[in-house]
């Protein structure tokens, strides 16, 4: 804290949405941040005095659609905090940030549970906790960065009010750039429907580093009484209702500062943990992720720009906003690669990720979660639901240990099986068998085709395939393991605590699928280990909304 940052060289950043210029008489940037926001090193940089920014009308649009809702943007604005039952589960207050809030959980637990020896999930301390979700907005950050990490903030009213007063005094010489033409803060406000109220704040005002990073000493008391604690404290999510935000006052106040080194990121919230915890946390967090990745890469990944990443009616995240989080990659589905529909080409996940994600509408045909999803590099899991995200994971490795040939085997077979009925059409054969480069020449297959259909029924089972061509198979996923889940959501939880649900699985030996339509939670399980039954502890069956 109080130290003073080296000046950079000026490098032109790509368009990101939150717009800067530099206002009379400055650089726009500063190398004064005597007041305590904090970085160390020389290759940290800050947006600071004497610069003018405004979120863009691409951005906005992008991220809320034509206009914010109240009630939508009420639902986002809340900080991290954790359960008071539950050391390291973040709490989510009301539906719809949970595709920030669950892919964070996702990132801390597969931070304790794969890469923290030593360390269960009983004893964690508030201070453990606290490091846990810095470095899991880290490892976010790091998959998204782009040329250079922008860590968005809040500064305080009075110091916005101020930086509005001092631009107005120099508005001849204030102007933002958006879509390659300079427009007014009042056009910027109008067309992005943030109302007059955001056009008579100025919405331009200066980054002042000093007010952005550190609160008033008033801010902070009012938010540590509504507040228990910063990190692992009670289950409320950063300050009371009644200091809520609107949404034209939030984008009034926002502001960024930019570093080079997820080091230097990590002392930045370490330093200002608050900015995390308080009200308006996972939203700037949001805005945080958007402005490392950028404005032009997150457009050139989805195949529709014209769709929200928030749901203006719901709230909720899209899919393209959910894979963000998670991969770094605003693609728009949840295939493996990319796939020709109809001559276009459809970005999917291209490579195994991290965190794995399973959702219940795979079942219900509306989606096809690829490979790379469903088995990731760690044993954790996103589950969608149609409403909801919440995260299961696993102490057991095994679960993500790689395939067999003969698992292999067992996946390619099912792609060819649209039905999930555990048999092919027999033509099919040759292909299945070009698949997995085994020998596919006509007569091999005619002989195959005549072993495995010997009376002719036009079909050909999986169980009679694996036995021809796998006969001693070998598993690398136990038959019995435990699993874990969470839901942050404190009334889906048993009496509204937010703790882990812990289940006793078994994989069966049938391989046919047994679909329970009142059993969401099972469905969803059975999308990746088809023939999967679970005692859940308390003979409770957690809930996925």
């Not at 939150?18 to 290759?43: F, R, V």
């Not at 792609?415 to 999930?420: K, N, Y």
Request: aromatic content about 8%; overall charge negative; some cysteine.
């Amino acid at each position: 804290m109080g130290e003073h940052l080296a000046s950079q060289s000026m490098v032109v950043p790509p368009t990101t949405g939150i717009e800067q210029t530099a206002g009379p008489g400055s650089s726009g940037m500063t190398g004064d941040n005597s007041a305590g926001s904090s970085s160390s090193g020389s290759n940290s940089s800050t947006s600071g005095a004497g610069g003018n920014r405004m979120v863009s009308k691409e951005f906005f649009t992008l991220l809320w659609g034509s206009k914010i809702k109240q009630d939508v943007f009420r639902r986002w604005l809340q900080g991290f905090s954790f359960s008071e039952h539950e050391p390291s589960a973040l709490v989510q207050r009301d539906g719809g940030p949970c595709c920030v809030i669950a892919p964070v959980q996702a990132y801390l637990l597969k931070i304790l549970l794969m890469e923290t020896p030593g360390h269960t999930l009983g004893d964690l301390t508030a201070d453990k906790c606290k490091t846990l979700l810095i470095q899991a907005v880290c490892q976010i950050l790091t998959k998204c960065k782009t040329d250079a990490y922008r860590i968005v903030t809040l500064e305080s009213a009075s110091a916005a009010s101020a930086s509005s007063s001092s631009s107005s005094s120099s508005k001849e010489h204030t102007t933002s750039e958006v879509a390659g033409e300079n427009q007014s803060a009042d056009a910027i406000a109008s067309n992005a429907g943030l109302g007059q109220d955001v056009a008579n704040a100025e919405c331009v005002g200066y980054d002042v580093p000093d007010a952005a990073m550190v609160r008033p000493a008033e801010e902070a008391a009012a938010a540590s009484s509504s507040s228990s604690s910063g990190a692992g404290g009670g289950g409320g999510a950063g300050r009371s209702h009644d200091c809520r935000l609107t949404p034209e006052e939030f984008h009034c106040r926002i502001g960024f500062r930019e570093f080079n080194s997820v080091d230097d990121v990590q002392q930045f919230y370490m330093q200002n943990f608050h900015i995390l915890t308080d009200e308006c946390g996972v939203l700037l967090l949001l805005y945080t992720v958007l402005q490392t990745k950028g404005l032009e890469a997150i457009l050139s990944e989805m195949s529709d720009p014209s769709e929200s990443l928030i749901h203006d009616t719901y709230g909720c995240g899209s899919q393209a906003l959910i894979n963000l989080m998670l991969t770094g990659r605003a693609v728009p589905h949840v295939w493996d690669n990319e796939q020709d529909v109809g001559g276009m080409k459809l970005k999917g996940i291209n490579q195994q990720s991290d965190i794995g994600f399973i959702t219940v509408m795979e079942q219900l045909q509306y989606c096809t979660v690829g490979f790379f999803y469903k088995n990731p590099k760690n044993p954790v899991w996103v589950m969608g639901s149609d409403t909801h995200l919440t995260v299961l994971f696993s102490n057991e490795k095994r679960l993500v240990s790689p395939e067999t040939p003969s698992e292999v085997a067992r996946r390619v077979f099912r792609q060819f099986d649209a039905d999930g009925s555990n048999f092919i059409p027999s033509p099919m054969l040759q292909d299945v068998l070009c698949a997995l480069d085994l020998v596919s020449e006509p007569e091999y297959v005619d002989l195959m085709r005549s072993r495995l259909d010997p009376e002719n029924l036009g079909i050909i089972l999986l169980n009679a395939f694996m036995n021809e061509f796998f006969p001693n198979e070998k598993k690398s996923t136990p038959d019995t393991f435990d699993l874990l889940h969470y839901n942050g959501i404190p009334h889906s939880n048993l009496h509204n605590r937010v703790l882990y649900n812990r289940g006793h699985a078994v994989l069966l030996e049938s391989d046919m699928r047994m679909y329970n339509s009142s059993d969401p939670m099972l469905t969803c399980l059975q999308t990746k280990w088809h023939n999967i039954e679970v005692n859940w502890n308390g003979d409770r069956t957690p809930s996925l909304n």
